[in-house]
């Protein structure tokens, strides 16, 4: 009935956010890297100190800000964490659409994929789709929040049919994969621009040397 894309409850349902998805961080990260890289062999290629100079130190900075950057995402952890569940429970409130049956709209329906793949309802329990928007003043769940899905099983009021563990546990740890793969992109570029900052330096110091001793003939 539903069919199951999970990895698309991060990019639409936290669509304000979706600057930080792997795949465009990635992007991002290998644009820099190119853009630098044309830097250093154009400095290489016309033996111009200025140039590598230059690219040393942006290559520094770069590598600053990343540090600095891991290490805000690591104390504010808690904080990103109540945003994301926010937003979930927003989403939640504001923006299924239907009546639980049909017609969920767009967020609706990525919903109820996670749900039914994950096996859970809500964010942090079935309750967070009592009294929602789509269905005010209603005891009511989606149906993907069946154990066996069938149209209207949600607005029964019977819980054995239901399942009762919230999704956000399951989202975090989806999420977790995705940093994952942040986390090993940029270690993979951290050794890259350390390597880059070393040839830079190298590279300037055989210029000087070569300029030296041309003058000194």
């Known amino acids: ?83 994301i569940k926010k937003r979930l429970q927003d989403n939640v409130r504001f923006e299924y659409g239907g009546d639980g049956s049909q017609n969920p709209g767009e967020y609706g329906k990525v919903w109820d994929a996670f749900q039914h793949d994950f096996e859970c309802c809500g964010v942090n329990s079935y309750l967070d789709w009592y009294n929602v928007k789509a269905w005010p003043n209603q005891t009511w769940v989606p149906d993907s929040c069946c154990q066996e899905v069938i149209k209207n099983c949600g607005k029964t009021t019977n819980l054995q049919d239901w399942h009762l563990d919230g999704c956000y546990d399951s989202f975090i740890n989806v999420l977790n994969d995705h940093l994952l793969v942040i986390s090993f992109c940029g270690v993979i570029i951290g050794v890259v621009q350390l390597f880059m900052m070393g040839a830079a330096v190298a590279l300037f110091c055989a210029v000087h040397n070569r300029e030296t001793k041309s003058r000194t003939v």
Not at 10 to 29: E, G, K, V, W
Not at 30 to 42: A, D, N, R, T, V
């Open 1 to 83: 009935m539903y069919q199951g894309d999970i990895h698309n409850l991060q990019y639409r349902i936290l669509d304000r956010y979706s600057a930080f998805t792997p795949a465009i961080l990635c992007l991002i990260a290998g644009s820099l890297m190119i853009l630098l890289g044309f830097i250093g062999c154009c400095g290489a290629f016309m033996e111009s100190r200025c140039m590598l100079i230059f690219y040393f130190f942006v290559i520094v900075v770069v590598f600053l800000l990343e540090i600095v950057a891991g290490i805000l995402s690591f104390v504010k952890r808690r904080e990103i964490s109540g945003v």
